[in-house]
């Protein structure tokens, strides 16, 4: 694969893209803010796993967002019921509940 484009640009282009802050991405991630910093200014490489945290969540592949001429979008998901039912609840809630729903899921992941 060929690099075309510098991650931290495409990082960039993105948050304007989501709407997103620097602060909003890294809570999503739970990445440090300082270190986020870094990878916007191209100080920084980010490992393959912040990579893959941050095309989550800004719903691109994680091969574009480094750089590569790959298509933009991840490849589908198949959900299960529960899944969707899931996102169908959590899209309706404002962001301050998304926010806390959030914290409790990955919370519980942890234990």
């Given at each position: 694969m060929e690099k075309v484009e510098?991650?931290?640009d495409r990082l960039k282009a993105q948050l304007?893209?989501?709407g997103l802050?620097?602060?909003?991405?890294a809570r999503l991630?739970?990445?440090d803010r300082s270190l986020l910093s870094k990878y916007l200014h191209g100080t920084k490489n980010p490992k393959i796993?912040?990579?893959?945290?941050?095309?989550?969540?800004?719903?691109?592949?994680?091969e574009w967002l480094?750089?590569?001429?790959?298509?933009?979008?991840p490849k589908p998901v198949q959900l299960s019921p529960l899944e969707n039912d899931m996102i169908v609840s959590?899209?309706?809630?404002?962001?301050?509940?998304?926010?806390l729903i959030l914290e409790?899921?990955?919370?519980?992941?942890?234990n």
């Open positions: 510098e991650f931290a304007v893209e989501k802050t620097a602060s909003d991405l991630t739970n990445i796993e912040n990579i893959r945290r941050m095309a989550s969540v800004l719903y691109v592949s994680p480094e750089g590569y001429n790959v298509e933009k979008t959590f899209r309706s809630c404002d962001a301050e509940d998304k926010y409790y899921i990955k919370n519980k992941a942890r």
